[in-house]
């Protein structure tokens, strides 16, 4: 005769706290930083879109808003969300070596000559303006580092540093990054086609989804992770360094 014996182990459940939730102090620099009228030029870009509107590819309404989106979930918004996160854990987690290797990565990272210029223009004056209204020592320390391994320093890394030593949460980092990015080529694309004022804020509001699924799908990719599919705007971009008449640098 065999006797069966049957051990109950009772595992406690596990109860996953959710992220500490944004202060007043917080989101007020966060709009701050993420203002169009933060001084990092961004008003000076157009990443590609010039072009595009030269070339007759973005022409009304729809097409500017399927062009957009196409950057933020395929392009660089996917591109620099992934940065972003990565820096921020670097910065919160104390993690010198994923900085630089995140910081390094972001740089390198573009396509054009163009959008690297974009890239680095706009996160050296980000911090610079940062850092002289809101100066904080772990803002300093981690803005240092990469400047003595002369490291460039692109702008989703310095969003990173500044959102990451504020102590700002990664989600509502990634979501004002993506609006801040969405609104300045949203603006770029009514001046150049042209558009009316109302159709470029039916266009932000058309592109919510998109903002809010790239800022969640990659907020917990890695940069192994790291890849685009829109070889469209690179094309846009480096077409547009030999374009006659330009009102933008990319």
Not at 27 to 49: R, T, V
Not at 145 to 162: K, N, R
Not at 229 to 243: G, K, L, N, R, V
């Amino acid at each position: 005769m065999v006797t069966v014996m049957i051990v109950i182990i009772r595992i406690p459940k596990i109860t996953l706290m959710p992220p500490e939730p944004i202060t007043p102090s917080m989101l007020y620099k966060l709009l701050s930083w993420m203002s169009p009228g933060f001084p990092i030029g961004a008003y000076a870009y157009s990443h590609g879109i010039e072009f595009a509107v030269e070339s007759g590819q973005v022409t009304d309404e729809e097409t500017l808003r399927d062009w957009i989106e196409g950057i933020l979930m395929y392009g660089t918004g996917r591109t620099d969300t992934i940065f972003l996160a990565s820096a921020w854990r670097a910065v919160c987690d104390g993690d010198e070596a994923l900085l630089k290797t995140t910081a390094e990565l972001a740089a390198a990272y573009r396509g054009t000559a163009e959008l690297a210029l974009e890239n680095e223009a706009q996160g050296v004056a980000f911090i610079d303006a940062v850092s002289a209204a809101w100066p904080e020592l772990e803002l300093e320390r981690w803005t240092l580092l990469l400047t003595q391994s002369e490291i460039t320093l692109s702008y989703p890394v310095a969003v990173a540093i500044a959102t990451g030593s504020s102590g700002i949460p990664l989600a509502d980092s990634l979501t004002a990054h993506l609006h801040g990015v969405a609104a300045n080529l949203v603006s770029a694309g009514v001046r150049l086609i042209p558009l009316g004022q109302t159709s470029g804020q039916r266009i932000l509001a058309q592109l919510q989804r998109a903002v809010a699924e790239s800022a969640e799908n990659n907020a917990v990719q890695s940069l192994e992770d790291l890849g685009s599919a829109a070889p469209m705007i690179d094309w846009t971009s480096a077409q547009h360094e030999t374009q006659y008449t330009r009102l933008f640098r990319s």
